[in-house]
């Protein structure tokens, strides 16, 4: 009997897991891939729209589009996951599998009411409204706020306000307004090594917006944010980014670790549970620098990857040869349709070893071509 293959989620590491695997296993395996909703976010893609780069309707297309070629695509919630018996369940419906992926992300949730004040860049909906505000802003105090640790993507932020700036300018605006960066971090994109962190930094500081690491909100009201060192801060339009969490669903399972998440063997991205792996932003993986792997998309992609590989090969009969060795890159948008590219070996001993190239136009435009790639490979 031909085997079965959950894969849960269809983001970033679960769309690329399922479509490796149809080309990988054939008719030899069933792939159903789980997703509750239908529409599917270019989440790079919410940076453009949250300035006025992209409508909404342009960075997503419907999850259900990733179906054929052996794969099932289940439009649902799961509700409940065994990994000892490898089943879920969806809409009061069992599903058993012979392997499992699990892909699910983040769970989003706002904190600090800040729903009422802001606007999470993170989601289509806040995205498009920001960028109402900002298309009739006339002048004053942007921030961009990220409220808490860890987030996905490290370098969003920051590429949130170089576009922001960019827009401001070209408006006219910039005499009459501040736009201003609060973190928690006590750098851009850390783990990325100091140098690297001190040059984001510069890029956006020479920009003229300033730049508060090391600063933890306690409060946020109208018009007033409060951060832990008791400083104050007045705003008139304010981006943020959402709390990240473990997906509830994962709380309810042995697989829920100590650091949050889950944890998984860091090479083959097996959980403590045989034939059941975890990949992307809902794992937890440390690196020697004792700061976890950055959550972001590239990372769930060669995850994914590397699990398809592997399941494909026990599918058929042969041993699972190929390992996750913590390499990344990423795009930086920087504004005037330029970006920088960072790249390099987060597994790195003792540090991660990560270089940026010259910025450029050739980098935006790089991650223009990826977006146009994405829908175009994968929907
Ligand atoms: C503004 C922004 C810009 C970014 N830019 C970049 C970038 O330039 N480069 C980069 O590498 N990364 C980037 N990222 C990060 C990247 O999008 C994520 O790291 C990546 O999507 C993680 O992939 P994943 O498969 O782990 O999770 P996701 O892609 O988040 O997929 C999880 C899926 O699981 C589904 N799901 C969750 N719970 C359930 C449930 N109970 N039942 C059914 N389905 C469920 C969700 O709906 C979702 O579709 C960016 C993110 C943001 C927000």
Redesign the pocket.
């Known amino acids: 009997m031909g085997k079965t293959i959950l894969v ?8 690329i897991t399922a479509k490796e695997l149809s080309k990988q296993v054939g008719s030899t395996a069933k792939i159903i891939l ?4 239908e529409k ?2 270019f ?2 893609s ?2 453009w729209l949250m300035v006025g780069k992209r409508k909404p309707n342009q960075i997503f297309r419907n ?1 259900r589009k990733i179906s054929g070629a052996g794969i099932e695509v289940v439009i ?4 409940k996951i065994n990994p000892e018996q490898i089943t879920v369940t ?1 809409k009061g419906q069992e599903y058993k599998g012979d392997y499992m992926v699990i ?5 989003q949730v706002t904190e600090h009411n800040l729903n009422n004040y802001g606007y999470d ?2 989601t289509i909906d806040g ?1 498009t409204k920001f960028n109402e505000q900002l298309q009739n802003f006339k002048g004053g105090k942007i921030v961009v706020l990220v409220p808490s640790l860890p987030f ?2 490290p ?2 932020p920051y ?2 306000v170089m576009l922001i700036e960019s827009i401001i300018r070209k408006k006219g605006l910039n005499n009459k307004t501040e736009i201003s960066l609060y973190s928690p971090e006590p750098g851009p994109m850390g783990v990325a090594g100091k140098e690297l962190s001190g040059a984001v930094r510069q890029m956006v500081e020479m920009k003229g917006i300033k730049y508060y690491p090391e600063h933890q909100t306690t409060s946020v009201t109208d018009k007033l944010l409060t951060f832990s060192n008791e400083k104050t801060v007045e705003y008139n339009l304010l981006a943020y ?1 959402p709390k990240h969490q473990c ?3 994962i709380k309810e399972t042995a697989l829920f670790s100590k650091s949050g998440w889950i944890e998984v063997n860091r090479n083959t991205l097996e959980t403590k549970f045989s034939n059941v792996y975890a ?4 794992t937890s993986i440390p690196l020697e620098m004792g700061r976890p792997l950055p ?7 060669y995850q ?1 990857k590397t699990v398809a590989h592997n399941i494909a090969q026990k599918v058929s009969g042969m041993i699972p040869d190929k390992t996750f060795n913590g390499e ?1 890159q ?2 930086l948008e920087l504004g005037d349709g330029k970006a920088g590219y960072a790249g390099g070996n987060f597994y790195g001993s003792p540090l991660p070893i990560v270089k940026m190239k010259k910025p450029g136009y050739l980098w935006h435009w790089s ?1 223009v071509w990826f977006e146009k790639y994405w829908f175009f490979k994968y929907f």
């Open positions: 849960l989620g269809a983001g970033t590491g679960g769309i789980i997703e509750k909703e599917n976010i989440a790079p919410l940076l999850s649902g919630e799961i509700e969806v892909s699910l992300g983040v769970e860049f993170y995205a996905k993507c370098a969003a590429e949130a980014t997906p509830s669903v990949i992307g932003d809902i959550k972001a998309g590239v990372f769930a992609h994914a990344g990423c795009f991650k």
